[in-house]
């Protein structure tokens, strides 16, 4: 498994095998700063066979099993065991928008974007259910993986 940093003109790329992640050099506030907004609404299209990714059994496991306690707060977990969390709750991640996360319950269905500060929850209206609009509710990483999930899972 190795990590791979490159540059092409202003951007900085970093890649492994499990995630990759595209930065711009801003000469403003920080030298860093994330290009593409996790919160941009995907387009819902849900099709588990054509936006899943193929994911080999033996990693996903190993993630799971280095998850911090369910106590612990989100903050406190890698990227990698924050996927593999998701993906045990039954979330897919879009082909689109790798910080986009689809889940499709026989109640309802939402989006999960990881934004940079906040983990965004917006149960679709398109989904099952009576929703009149999109519902978002906002979480911080600060929470526990167990409140989170219970606030997730509980529906809108």
Same mark, same amino acid.
């Given at each position: ?15 492994? *095998?499990? =995630?990759?992640? #595209? =930065?711009?050099?801003? /000469?403003? !506030?920080?030298? &860093?700063?994330? +290009?593409?907004?996790?919160? #941009? ?10 936006? !899943? ?8 496991? $190993? ?9 612990? /707060?989100? =903050?406190?977990?890698?990227? *990698? ?8 709750? @039954?979330?897919?991640?879009?082909? $689109? ?17 990881? %934004?940079?500060? %906040? ?9 099952? @259910?009576?929703? $009149?609009?999109?519902?978002?509710? #906002? &979480?911080? =990483? !600060? ?7 219970? !606030? +997730?899972? @509980? @529906?809108?």
């Amino acid at each position: 498994m190795s990590t791979v940093f490159f540059s092409v003109s202003n951007f900085i790329f970093f890649s492994n *095998p499990n =995630y990759s992640v #595209r =930065y711009s050099i801003s /000469p403003k !506030a920080t030298p &860093f700063r994330l +290009v593409r907004s996790p919160r #941009r609404l995907a387009t819902p299209v849900f099709s588990k066979s054509s936006e !899943a990714e193929e994911v080999s059994a033996a990693p996903e496991d $190993e993630w799971l099993k280095r998850l911090p306690d369910k106590k612990k /707060p989100l =903050y406190s977990h890698s990227l *990698p065991c924050i996927e593999a969390w998701l993906r045990s709750l @039954g979330f897919f991640q879009s082909r $689109e928008d790798r910080a986009v996360w689809l889940i499709e319950k026989p109640e309802w269905h939402a989006q999960l974007s990881l %934004d940079v500060t %906040d983990l965004y929850v917006r149960y679709l209206k398109t989904g099952p @259910g009576n929703l $009149e609009k999109d519902m978002e509710r #906002r &979480f911080s =990483y !600060a929470l526990s993986r167990e409140d989170i999930e219970n !606030a +997730v899972l @509980g @529906g809108p």
